[in-house]
């Protein structure tokens, strides 16, 4: 007889089965939809700056709550609903932002097609594998597998069914950190510098010069490190500060003495700052640091992957026969009919991009691709299994899901050598297969949370799981208008004068016919003088540089008039203001390996480093990707991490034991801080792009300079910020 599959006795969700209030209604799905697109690109747009994101279902809720609330007549199952929906967008955006911007330093452009496809494709493989796994996972292993933020944003909508005042704290962050970032933001007002900061240069011995300190001080940073604790922003500024004050001044002072350039830099140490000290040399480093860190972290999941495969596979054998009883209202999931439905549908759409949308340059006949396809969904199979389980047990932050993409995107990068498939396109192409796993990898962990969230409350797991479909179609829509939104609207252009012979050899520099993607007048500026001067597109033919021993990687403009490269186009991705650094990471793994080029000498002092940190027993992930990113990036979120301390505390000699939960009143104002930053934050980053395609860079917002551009009114008005979030914090709420 096939095993029946029931609810442990001993648990009890907060809607029984036999209950049937309203749940998947449309006003549900329309605001879900809208939390999807509003999240999936400040999701974006946070990623790419810091390296990092936070989850998004618990201040969907509390807004949904709020929202339903005034409509009327609101149900604990249609907030869910909601956040389910909306969640789908922050999943996706995650697992983007960490493997297609890499497109762009593999000198392609971001095709929003082919963002759409690939994210679509992504996002469904992560929903449809957690339909047979939910069984095993989320009811069988109840007890065993918490599913941490699954359950807190339970907590949060049973409060709200309950009455309380929890969407207030998010809207109060929303509001202070709003008029902050248009206040300090520079692509906006800019009253006051956005990112204060000294390069330092202390005494007649020069100590520590090549380092520097400075933050680039929104509010979305400090909201960050507030929510990740003070014991992971702690290590993620120790990574900083390593790199910063330590590894940069040693480079200066051990090779300032040298005459000629250390690839792969391109100038002699002594004439380079601190920026150019992180581009040349903190890079590689750090991508060896991160793929260490994210491969040791997958070697330690062994056990659980396999435990988890086997799981997975016993689960489906087991779902199948379950779904021929007619299941109640809260064990009512889509039939595995459509998992493998879907599965074959997935297989077909991604064989069909490929072939008649393939790389350029990258065509390898229906045979590869259908191949190809079908790796896609094992790999995705294998690694939603795998990182549902590990989400389960540790929560979504600490999912390797880097490593997992680092071990797809290197077996994949390893069949294209030895089928002598080296050129940039194929590691395009590579990225294309690495990217659909990592996406479906980050949407099954969000997706696990979601269910987890609607099993404690007695939703119907049916509709969840068609609301995540409908979520993911949706947040993709966005995603790719961001991602260009962001290249564009961050672009820079300086002056580089270097003589070039256009007509001789240069191994790893190619001219890129295709302009379209570079505006018809371009401001150049000195970074150094603030001149500027306007140029047109037509004076220019672009150079593209991967691997290069002469040039950075990335675009120059040269200039057959003067026969020199003159201006270097800093692309928006990949600058210090969106450094993207795990795509970063899976660009630098695949042209390495590819080109045979890679500085292994940096990438492994890297993976020391890791090593030796790994042995000391701190998170080498973490401490990785804090040495990998600007230090401005993780001053500010270790400020974040000390407001959470002082709070933690200070609510421990108080007694309170609530401080430190996903939904206290400073993680709910927090969120908000995040929210608005991103979301003023790409409001500026939108006037920059309009900007630059319709009013010839001319600045619209021409602020006039006053007393407070200083940068101790910087400081001083992030630490305003920041004394708002502890005095909130402190503040009870009532849930």
Known sequence: MPEVETQQPAFRPFVSPDQKP????????????????????????????????????????VLSISILRVLGRASILENNIVQTTGNAGQSIASGVIFTLPALVFLGFELEYSRIFMLALIGGWLGVLFMIPLRRQLIVKEHGALPYPEGTACADVLIAGEKGGSLASRVFLGLGLGGVYTFLANKNLLAVWPGSPGYSLDLGQQHVLKGGAINADATSEYLGVGYIIGSRVAGVIFAGGVFSWLVVMPLIYFFGKALPGPIYPGQVPIAQMGPSDLWAAYIKPMGAGAVAAAGLITLLKTLPTIWAALAEGVKSMRGGAGAVKAKPVRTENDLSMTVVLIGSLL?????????????????????????????????????????????????????????????????????VFLVQGWTAPAFGALAITIGGV???????????????????????????????????????????????????????EFHPLPKVWDLNAPHAGVAIQADKQHLPDQIRVVDETTKAASTHNKSEYIILNAIGSTELQD???????????????????????????PQARLMATVINGILSRKLPWGIVLLGVCLVIAVELLGIRSLTFAVGFYLPIGTTLPIFCGGVVRWLVDRAAHRAGETDADSEISSGSLFASGLIAAGGIAGLIGVALKALEATYYQNRDLLNVPHTF????????????????????????????
């Open 437 to 491: 796993v990592c996406i479906a990898a980050s949407n099954s962990g969000d997706t696990s949370q979601d269910l987890k969230t609607g099993y404690i409350i007695g939703a119907t797991p049916r509709y969840q799981q068609i609301a995540l479909m409908i979520g993911v179609v949706v947040s993709t829509l966005i995603i790719g208008v961001t991602l260009n939104l962001m290249n564009t609207g961050l672009q």
């Open 708 to 735: 407070l551009d200083n940068n101790w009114v910087s400081v001083l008005g992030f630490a305003a910020l920041a004394y708002s979030l502890y005095h909130f914090a402190r503040k009870p709420v009532d849930k």
């Open 554 to 580: 990335g675009k120059y403009l040269y200039s057959p008039a003067s026969h020199q490269i003159e201006v270097a186009w800093i692309q928006g991705i990949g600058s210090p203001s969106a450094p993207a």
């Open 22 to 61: 309203p749940e998947f209604t449309a006003r549900a799905l329309i605001i879900g939809c809208a939390f999807g697109i509003i999240f999936g690109a400040v999701t974006v747009y946070v990623g790419l700056r810091a390296g990092l994101t936070v989850a998004a279902s618990i201040p969907i809720s």
């Open 346 to 414: 997935i297989v077909a759409c991604m064989f069909v991009f490929l072939q008649f949308k393939p790389v350029p340059g990258a065509f390898v006949g229906w045979a590869a691709n259908l191949a190809a396809s079908l790796l896609v969904v094992v790999f995705g199979f294998l690694f939603v299994t795998v990182s549902s389980r590990i989400v389960g047990l540790v929560g979504s932050s600490a999912s390797p899901v880097s490593g997992m993409t680092i071990a797809t995107l290197m077996a994949t990068a390893a």
